[in-house]
């Protein structure tokens, strides 16, 4: 508990109101936070009262003499209703919060309007896909393959969405921007897909949040969330440099994989 206090105290301001999760840097994180922080005052209150009515219980309904032998009681309805009741009642409305928050969360952005990055899970590392052959302003499908002494860098536009498509060619991993409130696992065999809008400008941390192996903590990446013009600059930058086409890792343990690349 003493050495929870010895983080950065700049990442750590504000946290507080977000019961212990980073500021939120996406369009998404808002009703995951809200999620968040209303489940954990619902368990608190829960909590509060198993914790009252059992304090009550054994203060109230404690034994004053030795030989005392409490009434002996086979049901009692109204109580069995009642706790029955209850329980059903908290199942129900956390399940009606659960169903709209993830609607909202896993909600497809305008098809026309969002840019599309394939990510590649493989170990170690990450391969970032940007499909922007088909934007006037890039022309080209541009990659950054990281590795594990070099983790790669996540580049996205503020205020614009984005569609991720997830590809794993060995083993499961996970994508996880822990800023964004959303993480999505990397199957082998199949693709995921998720959108996000960027809320804010600045670096955060990315990384896999599966056990995937041995360098399992080496797979980290870093997410640089820019201005589009800085987006569309930093595009060119990796086309002059010949880092054109994309990148899906070692297909041939794949086919679907090979299929979906290709």
Not at 22 to 51: C, H, K
Not at 198 to 220: R, V
Request: hydrophobic share 40%.
């Amino acid at each position: 508990m003493t050495l929870t206090g010895c983080g950065d105290i700049q990442q750590g301001a504000g946290q507080g109101r977000y019961l212990g999760l980073p500021e939120p840097t996406s369009d998404r994180a808002q009703a995951m936070g809200q999620m968040y922080v209303g489940s954990w005052i619902a368990a608190f209150i829960v909590g509060a009262l198993v914790l009252a009515i059992l304090i009550y219980s054994i203060i109230k309904f404690r034994r004053r003499d030795p030989n005392e032998v409490p009434r002996q009681v086979r049901y009692n309805l109204p109580m069995e209703f009642v706790y029955t009741l209850v329980p059903i009642v908290i199942v129900c409305v956390l399940f009606f919060y659960t169903v709209g928050t993830q609607n909202f969360v896993q909600a497809k952005a305008d098809t026309n309007t969002v840019h599309k990055i394939d990510v590649v899970g493989f170990k170690w590392s990450w391969a970032f896909n940007y499909k922007e052959a088909g934007n006037p302003a890039i022309g080209a499908d541009v990659n950054q393959i990281g590795t594990i002494e070099s983790p790669p860098t996540l580049v996205l536009p503020v205020n614009e969405p984005v569609r991720f498509t997830l590809y794993s060619p060995d083993v499961i991993h996970s994508f996880w921007v822990p800023s964004f409130y959303y993480k999505l696992d990397v199957i082998p065999g199949r693709s995921n897909t998720f959108d996000v809008t960027p809320t804010k400008l600045g670096t955060f941390a990315g990384k896999c949040a599966e056990l995937c192996g041995t360098y399992h903590s080496a797979m980290l990446f870093n997410v640089q969330i820019v201005t589009p013009q800085e987006y569309q600059a930093y595009l060119k930058g990796l086309q002059a440099q010949g880092q054109t086409g994309t990148f899906y890792g070692p297909l041939q343990n794949n086919p679907q994989l090979q299929k979906e690349g290709n």
